[in-house]
């Protein structure tokens, strides 16, 4: 087979299929038994611990992490999953450098926290792989209560609200289940089929239906949600993308990243992904990183991510910007698209105009450059499909393009209907983020249907 | 550089540490692989009778226990005294000392408490050139079920019998090894000293069941299905084996008995620790199974290290420095107050002082100043109790602060007396002698 790596153009295979498989490989492989005991060990079990106050779920990280230095690894799960049932996945793919890692008082020590993401997925993976099933059912309410969207937010919602007696329809608009686990998340943070597997292990508490195909705002309406159930809960993410605002919008070898990364979560074969030689991806967030780290893993031989701020702007961790810049991606702040060059159609190029800090805003310095590229990604970040919500009978309030809630529960203006996770305003756009808001929602709306 | 030579009851070797009896010393390959690596010198791993050897157990006879990172710190056996031919090892023994004529080589011996036992192989032993004996009074296990060991070392008057036929009948030294498994060190010791004991040795090891297989239901080390106790030795035991040694050196009837100090001797520091107390040298085995042979090479450059640090020249400048610091609890001084004070420097917040103190002590740090995370001691609550410190995780971050006299104590809102005042003349005790103010002893 012809070497595909210095072709021009957007093309598939670049590199040979066993490279493709070890680049998207699990990167951070699990820990055993022994590194597991050494990771434990160094927990010092910290009074109101730091790490549980930095974790959007508030996981006992002590007490779990004592478990495993303990031997009690299903015990040590069980404690996740009270606070987390997403515990599995978060494990993988939580930004902990930012989150209870960096709360870590052993980062303050000595530079070095203790490894609470690794150990985590220690002790969860073992109850998963073993189906430890910690939660029954009350007695059931009889209570239907609607909830769209099986990302981690639905999800979290879900079980919480299963588990409480109450019986849930999730109405999902995609034929699988998980959200941006399934879609979005990169290949080698959730490699095999872990987001479908915990999907299974997270129903199986039973009371939850999950409907296929059943898009919000096109099968059917909030009011009629409302209508058919006693409580709503709104866990859709953000599917419409930002707009780059130039020109050009729509050559061949323009796409949305979350698109590209979605397709290349699907594919069995990795070979079949077609990728420029040449990649340049506009945006400063966890997804341009993911999107330009695996574009790098599928061959691509130069890939810039080109950010309109500085480095302590980016909204993807230190952590990640330098996985990055090890995976040979170049990370250009202070830049903007301004234009993008085709040929035939096709894009060949992008011009760009740096940036500067005026006195309100962003502006442009009248400085240009061009960078040579077959494919540009944009990863500008996501938004609310206000049309989704269209059929309202009364509006439901939006702030700064988010369902606005009025509590820390995802209490909307709506009666009856609860947001939370990325659709809804307030906290990180992060899985752990939606788990607990799924979760916190469901307490809220178990209150109101038992009042 | 400090001189690190030892003279223990007139053996000399290069240094002060000693392999204990124990497996690292039990052939002249080990000991000649310890000589190599500097050890200073040996007792040779316990000889019995001559006739069959005894026979060890044929599966597991060690059990551990662990501190962080699994660092050993305990460990149990079930050995018993060597398995090896006596002829074999009085061989052996007097080939090594012969090509290491500067090494200390003591032979530990355990024979029946009978006379004609201990006049029968005294002389093979003093044959080899061998530098001592120790008496092995002290192996807890397997022997002591034999009338031997731990079995005389729990009665005085036997400890006293044997080491006086010893004593009648060898040129060697004889030093008296000692079992903790008593409950008042002092009589075994004395006892020795009245059989004209030259030394005594301690401690060997400890009654034990270091851990319990919960599959089983059996003891660990287990043997199709059973345990026996053993003996447990280690860093685990060094504060025990501190005291029995504190404890005879400050005993008038003992004073000025030399000491072999042993138990969970690891590094330097551990050895500085016994000699300050009264041992004129230490034996090492634990340490030794752990690591190898090689640490003695930190052993001795850290006590020669320390010495010259601190100005002190040769070996009897650091022993039993910190015998007469060891006193009865009547007599410490009630007017020396102390507050706990943390570094917010150094400190990593974990909040640990904060639980000890605040679930089990006297509710004396903060977890929240101005609604920030902040740990600080409660000067009106602290009695200076030093929890905090030991629970702390960085060294150095909580410190005991004496309060100067004159200043008021906050707890007690009383000032601080610069006389010295124990409890023998505090008004709450019921017995108080007005007037003793110096320790009795
Ligand atoms: C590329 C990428 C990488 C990321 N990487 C990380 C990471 O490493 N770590 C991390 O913590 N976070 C990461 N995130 C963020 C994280 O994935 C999201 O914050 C999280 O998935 C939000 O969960 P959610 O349930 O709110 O929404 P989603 O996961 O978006 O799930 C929404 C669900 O609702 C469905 N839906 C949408 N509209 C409708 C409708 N009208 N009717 C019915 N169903 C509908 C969708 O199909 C989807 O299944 C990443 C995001 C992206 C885009
Ligand atoms: C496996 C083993 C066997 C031992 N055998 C003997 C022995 O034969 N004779 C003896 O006097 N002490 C024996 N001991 C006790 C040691 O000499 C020593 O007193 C004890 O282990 C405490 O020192 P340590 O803490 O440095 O190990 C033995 C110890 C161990 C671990
Ligand atoms: S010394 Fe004791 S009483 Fe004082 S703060 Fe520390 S733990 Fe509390």
């Known amino acids: ?451 | 550089m400090a001189d690190i030579r030892n003279d223990f009851v007139g053996i000399k070797s290069p240094n002060p540490f000693w392999l204990a009896s124990a497996p690292p010393t039990d052939k002249a390959y080990n000991v000649e692989r310890a000589f190599k690596a500097g050890w200073g010198g040996v007792v040779w791993k316990t000889l019995g009778e001559a006739g069959p050897p005894v026979v060890n157990v044929n599966g597991p006879r060690y059990g551990a226990i662990y501190g962080g990172d699994r660092r050993l710190i305990g460990l149990n056996n079930i050995e018993l005294i060597t398995d090896r031919d006596l002829q074999t090892n009085l061989r052996e023994i007097k080939e090594v000392k012969a090509k290491w004529p500067d090494r200390a080589m003591i032979v530990s011996i355990m024979v029946p408490c009978e006379e004609q036992a201990w006049k029968s192989i005294l002389p093979l032993v003093e044959e080899t050139g061998a530098d001592g004996i120790e008496l092995n009074f002290g192996c807890p296990h397997g022997m002591s079920e034999r009338g031997m060991g731990a079995a005389v070392g729990q009665v005085p008057e036997y400890i006293e019998m044997v080491t006086r036929w010893c004593k009648q009948t060898t040129r060697m030294p004889v030093i008296v090894k000692l079992t903790p498994n008593i409950t008042d060190v002092r009589y075994p010791a004395r006892a020795a000293k009245s059989g004209g004991a030259d030394a005594v040795s301690l401690i060997n090891t400890i009654n034990s069941i270091v851990s319990v297989d919960l599959n089983d239901f059996a003891p660990e080390p287990t043997i199709d299905g059973k345990g026996s106790h053993g003996g447990f030795c280690g860093p685990a035991v060094k504060p025990i084996a501190l005291h029995m040694v504190a404890e005879i050196a400050r005993d008038p009837e003992t004073a000025g008995l030399p000491i072999s100090g042993i138990g969970g001797v690891t590094t330097w520091r551990d050895a500085a620790e016994f000699m300050s107390l009264g041992a004129g040298n230490v034996q090492v085995c634990t340490a030794a199974m752990t690591y190898g042979f090689k640490i003695i090479e930190e052993m001795t450059a850290g006590l020669s290290n320390w010495m010259d640090e601190q100005g002190h020249t040769t070996l009897d400048d650091v022993v039993g420095r910190a015998t007469p610091n060891v006193t009865a609890w009547q007599y410490l001084n009630l007017n020396y107050v102390t507050k706990a004070r943390i570094d917010q420097d150094k400190c990593i917040s974990c909040g640990r002082c904060h639980i000890a103190c605040e679930d089990t002590s006297h509710q004396a740090i903060t977890n929240m100043v101005d609604g920030e995370r902040r740990f600080e001691v409660i000067e009106e609550e602290c009695v200076g109790c030093n929890l905090c410190v030991n629970v702390c995780p960085v060294e150095d971050c909580i410190d005991m602060v004496q309060l100067p006299a004159g200043a008021t104590d906050e707890r007690t809102k009383e000032k601080v007396s610069e006389t010295y005042f124990n409890w023998t003349e505090h008004p709450n005790n019921p017995t108080a002698a007005k007037g003793t103010l110096e320790p009795a002893e």
């Open chain 1, 1 to 451: 087979m012809a070497d595909k790596r210095m072709e021009d153009g957007v093309v598939a295979g670049r590199l040979p299929a066993k490279e493709l498989v070890a680049n998207f490989a699990d990167i951070h492989p699990p820990l055993d038994h022994h590194e597991a005991s050494v990771a434990a060990d160094r927990c010092y079990f910290c009074y109101d611990a730091p790490c549980v106050t930095a974790c959007p779920t508030e996981i006992d990280i002590p007490l779990f992490i004592r478990q495993i230095a303990a031997d009690n690894r299903i015990g040590a799960a069980k404690t996740i999953f009270d606070q987390n049932i997403l515990g599995g996945m978060c494990a993988r793919v939580c930004p902990t450098e930012t989150l209870c890692e960096q709360a870590c008082v052993r980062e303050a020590a000595e530079g070095k926290p203790v490894r609470i993401g690794l150990l985590q997925r220690f002790a969860t993976d073992a109850a998963m792989e073993q189906d430890a099933q910690f939660y029954e059912r009350v007695a059931s309410t009889g209570k239907r209560v609607a909830v769209v969207g099986a990302g981690p937010a639905g999800l979290a919602c879900a079980h919480r609200l299963a588990m409480h007696g109450h019986d849930v329809v999730i109405l999902e608009a995609r034929e699988r289940p998980g959200g941006l686990n399934e879609y979005g998340i990169a290949t080698y943070k959730t490699v095999g089929d872990f987001a479908q597997d915990e999907v299974d292990y997270i129903t199986d508490i039973g009371g939850i239906d999950i409907r296929y195909s059943q898009k919000l705002g096109r099968d059917f309406t909030l009011g009629e949600l409302r209508g058919d159930y006693e409580a709503v809960f709104l866990g859709m993410g953000l599917g419409g993308v930002n707009d780059l605002r130039i020109e050009n919008e729509a050559p061949e070898g323009l796409e949305d990243a979350v698109d590209f990364i979605s397709r290349l979560r699907q594919a069995d074969d990795k070979s079949k992904i077609a990728i420029g030689r040449r990649v340049v991806v506009i945006g400063g967030g966890m997804t341009a990183v993911d999107c330009a780290v695996q574009a790098k893993l599928l061959g691509a031989e130069d890939v810039t991510i080109a950010y309109r701020r500085g480095q302590e702007q980016m909204n993807a961790s230190r952590y990640e910007q330098d996985l990055a810049a090890s995976r040979g991606v170049t990370i250009k702040h202070w830049a903007m698209p301004v234009d993008l060059a085709t040929d035939g159609g096709k894009i060949t190029g992008i011009e760009m105009e740096y940036t500067k800090l005026g006195d309100t805003r962003l502006e442009g310095t009248g400085e240009r450059f061009s960078l040579d590229a077959d494919q540009v990604f944009r990863a500008i970040g996501q938004t609310l499909v206000p049309d989704d919500l269209s059929g309202a009978a009364d509006a439901l309030e939006i702030v700064a393009g988010r369902i606005a809630t009025i509590d820390a529960h995802g209490t909307t203006n709506m009666q009856g209907v609860w947001a939370g996770g990325d659709c809804a305003a307030g906290g990180e756009e992060l899985t752990v983020t939606a788990a607990a808001q799924g979760r916190d929602a469901a307490e809220a709306i178990n209150m109101s249907l038992r009042a």
